[in-house]
């Protein structure tokens, strides 16, 4: 079955594939045409071409990275790399699931006992919707791996894609019912958290719908997975190589609008080389170039929605208010193309003079902004770095490298990135500390959190009667 999911994953070609085209994850291998397995191709009437039968697999990530694109309103750029991340996460399962053992434990008198590691029925994911597809597919694939069946949820603000992924299951002889689609808001994931069947609940979204779905699945003794929200720390020692940490920083604050949950939101910079840093990542920020998310130019599209574009827009004012200062961008963006005219854009920002106290560094925006903060020595940034409830991931640039693991291992928060940022291979676990929640995506671990382990005691002689 995993082999047939990926069969029909997008990413590699039919037919047989160069070894030297780099973007084929089957490079070097025979790969069945998928029209030779099912006799009924499904055709597009609007191009004429076949999406999911006849097309080739490349064409069918493209295809899938624009629908995300009108989505969740990211880059195409960005959306290419998530639907790869999907696919490599379906393909790490679907390795890991032939490798699912228990374990065999010798007791005295020839007895002994064996675990085996077992689904635990019907899952529910329920996902945001900054990473439509991405999500399904990390909350999908450990889930089916382990045996499960899963009913997920997208959020209403991007229905589309989650379906996509359904389609690819069942393309792939996934039966009916093993993974479902439902669409609908608070009322439906309510429902889903609720229902006697359910076994276990995997959340990615807010903190306090968080903990809705734990109070009520603690009332039916659900697991619970929580993908919450964070308010990370990314720490930049004057011993760091600049023009990398400069990246570091884009790149933790400016993927898919801002609207990341691990996003290094607070960038602690060493005094001695605020000025050069704030130099270049102003000139870098202002160079991004924001507009039509189809284009292959374009780095940055829109927020999600209107009221989430003037949420964030209020913080910057009110970060003004407090204080701060803007040295780019904060401000409503209109494309000159007339079609994009009320599109959600707004101009990539950095907050300079910022404080520990103020709104825009204590909350998550979950936009395009970067507060940047000036510290002084190790010891206390660490310390500021932890005054928070999130946990979710954190930063440290240095060339340091006894000072790099020192805060890797001082910073309370499910992920340490030294010297990179965001980048999330599918081998490694990620998940929260504190409020940004519990339980890990990815990794191996991740067995773990959608199995349970059953104990079989074996015994070999009479039994040893007491009474
Ligand atoms: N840690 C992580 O991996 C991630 C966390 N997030 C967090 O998610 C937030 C933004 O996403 P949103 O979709 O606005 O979050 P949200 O919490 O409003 O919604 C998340 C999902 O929960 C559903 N939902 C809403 N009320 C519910 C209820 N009472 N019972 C069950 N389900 C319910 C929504 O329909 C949606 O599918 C941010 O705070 C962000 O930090 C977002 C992406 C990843
Ligand atoms: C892919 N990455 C690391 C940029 C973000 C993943 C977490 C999320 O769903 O927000």
């Known amino acids: 079955m995993a082999q047939a999911i990926l069969d029909v994953m997008p990413g590699a070609s039919t037919g047989t594939v160069q070894v030297s085209d780099p973007l084929n994850f089957w490079a070097g291998k025979r790969v069945e045409p998928r029209q030779q397995k099912n006799a009924e ?25 624009k629908l995300e694109v009108i989505n969740n ?36 008198g020839g007895a002994f006992a064996y675990t085996r590691r077992e689904p635990l029925g019907v899952c529910v994911g329920i ?11 990390w909350k999908s694939a450990p889930a089916l791996a382990c045996g499960n069946a899963m009913v997920f949820k997208p959020s209403p603000f991007t229905p589309v894609t989650a379906v996509i992924l359904a389609e690819i299951y069942k393309e792939a002889g996934v039966p009916d019912g093993l993974f479902c689609v439902v669409q609908g808001g608070a009322e439906t994931g309510t429902i889903l958290c609720q229902h006697p069947k359910v076994a276990k609940v995997s959340f ?6 968080g903990k809705k779905v734990m109070e009520m699945s603690a009332k039916g003794v659900k697991q619970v997975t929580l993908e919450l929200g964070g308010k990370s720390p990314l720490i930049i020692f004057k011993d760091c190589d600049l023009e990398n940490a400069v990246r570091g920083a884009l790149m933790a604050n400016f993927l898919t609008q801002g609207q990341v949950c691990c996003n290094g939101t607070r960038v602690f910079v060493q005094k001695d080389i605020m000025p050069q840093f704030l130099e270049e990542v102003v000139k870098r920020t202002k160079a991004i170039l924001v507009g039509d998310p189809l284009l292959d130019s374009t780095r940055m599209g829109a927020l999600i929605n209107k009221p989430h574009l003037e ?3 209020g913080f910057v004012s009110q970060a003004k208010l407090q ?21 959600y854009f ?15 560094v204590k909350e998550e925006i979950f936009g395009p902004v970067m507060s940047v903060l000036p510290f002084d020595t190790e010891e206390e940034v660490v310390q500021r770095a932890n005054n928070t409830t999130f946990g979710l991931a954190s930063g440290v640039f240095t060339r340091d490298i006894s000072r790099a693991h020192r805060v890797a291992e001082n910073l309370e928060a499910g992920t340490c990135f030294i010297n990179n940022y965001n980048i999330s291979p599918v081998e490694v676990p990620f998940g929260g500390y504190k409020m940004s929640g519990f ?18 005691v074996v015994e070999m002689g009479d039994v040893d009667n007491y009474f």
């Open 311 to 313: 949420k964030v827009l």
């Open 204 to 209: 990615t979204g807010s903190v306090p719908t």
């Open 127 to 137: 996902g945001a919707w900054n990473y439509p597809f991405q999500i399904a597919a």
């Open 73 to 108: 309103g990211k880059s195409i750029t960005e959306a290419l790399v998530d639907i790869d991340i999907a696919w490599q996460c379906i393909e790490y399962y679907a390795g890991l699931a032939g490798a699912l053992a228990g374990q065999h434990v010798q007791l005295p």
């Open 439 to 456: 339980g890990r995506e990815n990794g191996q671990v991740t067995i773990e959190y959608y199995s349970q382990l059953k104990t079989v």
């Open 346 to 360: 707004m101009s990539p920002c950095v907050l300079d003079n910022c404080r520990d106290d103020m709104t825009c």
């Open 41 to 65: 191709p499904v055709f597009e009437p609007a191009t004429g071409d076949c999406f999911f039968l006849l097309g080739s697999r490349w064409e069918k990530r493209e295809k899938i990275a």
């Open 323 to 343: 204080g701060a200062r803007v040295l780019c961008g904060g401000e409503r963006f209109v494309p000159s193309d007339p079609k994009l005219v009320n599109g």
